[in-house]
């Protein structure tokens, strides 16, 4: 039987998990059809700080009422992009690989104006894929179907109040974290903190 292509959301710099499922297909398919949902991956993301797990979430402008995901406009107000970037820096500067990609990455954070979320989203995605080297045809829906046929559907595998459990993981390994000495190892954190401590590695981590 031929293997189903995956269904999924288009999170802010993914959990790995999340990159693993998707490297599981050549074809992934990002559902663009939803409405936008509150308290999940597609506006938050979680890095390893000095202090411990931080949380980073991207201001919304979300109207009342249902507002499809592809439509959701960040919020040029609070300064997250500028804030986001000093909290990955912060807690990556250190690690092994930070100086080798952070050039990919900052543009991204760079100034204040409004930018669409599932753009910012997707563009950041195509820079994570771009460094693992690996090349994946990412397709979107062009309608929400509840109950989807020939897909695997994995939209709801990854949310908030899950906390991207272990269970998740296809692979669950450890790798150097920057701050090992001061916390016991943080498993499925954004792909960020892979990629930043792990570097070349991090493609055969994800795909073991």
């Known amino acids: 039987m031929k293997p189903q292509i995956p ?55 979300h109207e009342s009422g249902k507002q499809k995901i592809t439509e959701i406009e960040t919020d040029p107000n609070e300064n997250w992009k500028r804030n ?22 900052e543009p991204y954070f760079k100034g204040d104006a409004q930018v669409n979320l599932w753009q910012h ?31 695997l559907d994995l939209r709801a595998a990854f949310h908030c109040k899950n906390k991207c459990p272990e269970t998740e993981l296809i692979a669950n390994k450890k790798y150097l974290q920057v701050f090992a000495e001061k916390y016991p190892f943080e498993p499925n954190l954004s792909v960020l903190d892979l990629l930043f401590n792990a570097g070349p590695d991090a493609g055969r981590y994800l795909r073991a």
């Not at 599981?24 to 202090?51: C, F, G, M, P, W």
């Not at 500067?93 to 050039?103: E, L, T």
């Not at 690996?134 to 509840?146: D, L, M």
Request: glycine share 2%; with cysteine.
């Open 121 to 151: 989203n997707l563009g950041l995605l195509q820079v994570i894929f771009k460094i693992l080297k690996v090349q994946i045809r990412f397709e979107h829906t062009r309608t929400y179907e509840k109950n989807p046929e020939q897909v």
């Open 7 to 61: 269904l999924m959301i288009l999170p802010y710099l993914p959990c790995i998990a999340w990159v693993q499922h998707a490297l599981q297909r050549d074809v992934v398919l990002l559902e663009a059809s939803e409405h936008y949902i509150k308290q999940s991956y597609r506006n938050r993301t979680r890095i390893l700080s000095a202090n411990g797990v931080q949380a980073l979430q991207i201001p919304v402008l």
């Open 84 to 105: 986001h970037w000093q909290s990955i820096e912060s807690a990556y500067n250190k690690s092994a690989f930070f100086m080798y990609y952070r050039h990919l990455f």
